[in-house]
């Protein structure tokens, strides 16, 4: 095919979240630093957890799987977006932005599952105490993460098979930081209806069917807790789902902050820029909400560096 009605590729052009020369350094700057506490402190967490035979717990199972997504979901765009600054490079290859497509959704998907299976623990927690141990057994906590996965994964392999059977124009410049799917669709000279169909589909399937989870186990928690008699018994019930109820909040937060920015305007810039929030600043803060809030992470990390 000639170029303009549609062509084989071998690469992408990333535009990344400013063409100004000068900002480069404080953007290589500020994203490496994040990147570096990202990774750093969701290690610590799942080292903590690991090392730590007190957290051995559903609770905890669950939170260092958290932090084992987190780290991989911002190192799918990440490095790739340092290393263009660094080389001076805006190319990505049509390989390598199917890869991240692939990896980012897969991860992003992922992310949205644990924290759904994490609300479930919860519910579980305070609504059962007593049976909490046997309906939580190890079986069907290996079992949550391993659908997880396995959904996450064929959701995130559709998308990708679909984009693989487009055929793009002359003009491959994505005016994002990494290859962001409805951006590489929006290049497409091909009939994108039904990839648009699916993204639709999909998101209304697992995007809200885990909220709608979510604050199902939230609804019949807050029932729980409001029949607690003494107030300290009601804030220490609840005071087990704070952490989790802020990065929920955190998480869903910034997600809706970046569609309704791209709603609102038809700026790439500004969409990109709002990417960044759940990207890189959800997954960065994730580790200070649980260790900050959590007695037992800070004496896990004592014990850890006491050795």
């Known amino acids: 095919m000639e ?4 062509t084989q590729i071998s690469e992408f052009l990333l535009l990344g979240l400013s063409q100004a020369l000068e900002l480069q350094p404080l953007i290589f700057g500020l994203f490496f ?3 570096l506490v990202t990774v750093l402190g969701n290690l610590l967490i799942i080292l903590a957890v690991s090392s730590d035979s007190h ?9 260092s799987n958290l932090s084992l997504v987190d780290i991989s979901f911002t190192s799918t765009t990440i490095p790739k977006m340092l290393w263009n600054i660094q080389t001076q490079s805006k190319v990505i290859t049509y ?3 199917i890869t991240q497509i692939y990896f980012y959704i897969l991860f992003a998907v992922l992310d949205n599952f644990i924290l759904t299976v994490m609300a479930y623990d919860r519910y579980v927690a305070i609504c059962h105490p007593l049976h909490y141990l046997v309906i939580m057994n190890p079986k069907l906590c290996g079992l949550l993460v391993l659908v997880s996965w396995i959904l996450s994964a064929l959701h ?8 693989l059977g487009l055929c793009f124009c002359s003009d491959l410049e994505i005016p994002h930081f990494f290859c962001e799917l409805n951006w590489v669709l929006q290049l497409a000279c091909s009939d994108t209806f039904l990839n648009n169909i699916l993204i639709y589909f999909l998101t ?7 909220l709608a989870g979510i604050f199902y186990s939230y609804s019949r ?11 300290q018994g009601k804030y220490k019930a609840f005071s087990t789902c704070a952490s989790h109820l802020s990065v929920v909040s955190l998480y869903y937060g910034s997600v809706l902050g970046v569609y309704l920015s791209s709603a609102a305007s038809q700026s790439s810039h500004s969409s990109a820029t709002a990417s960044v929030m759940y990207t890189m600043v959800t997954p960065m803060l994730n580790p200070f909400i649980y260790s900050l809030r959590n ?5 896990a990390l004592e014990r850890f560096f006491g050795r």
């Open 3 to 6: 170029p303009g009605n549609g």
């Open 33 to 35: 630093s994040m990147y």
């Open 55 to 63: 957290l051995h717990t559903p609770m905890y199972f669950f939170l």
């Open 95 to 97: 390989e390598g932005c």
């Open 156 to 163: 995130s392999l559709l998308h990708s098979l679909m984009v």
């Open 204 to 210: 209304l399937l697992l995007g809200f069917g885990p």
């Open 221 to 231: 928690i807050i029932s729980s807790v409001r029949a607690i008699p003494s107030a």
């Open 295 to 299: 007695n037992d992470i800070k004496r």
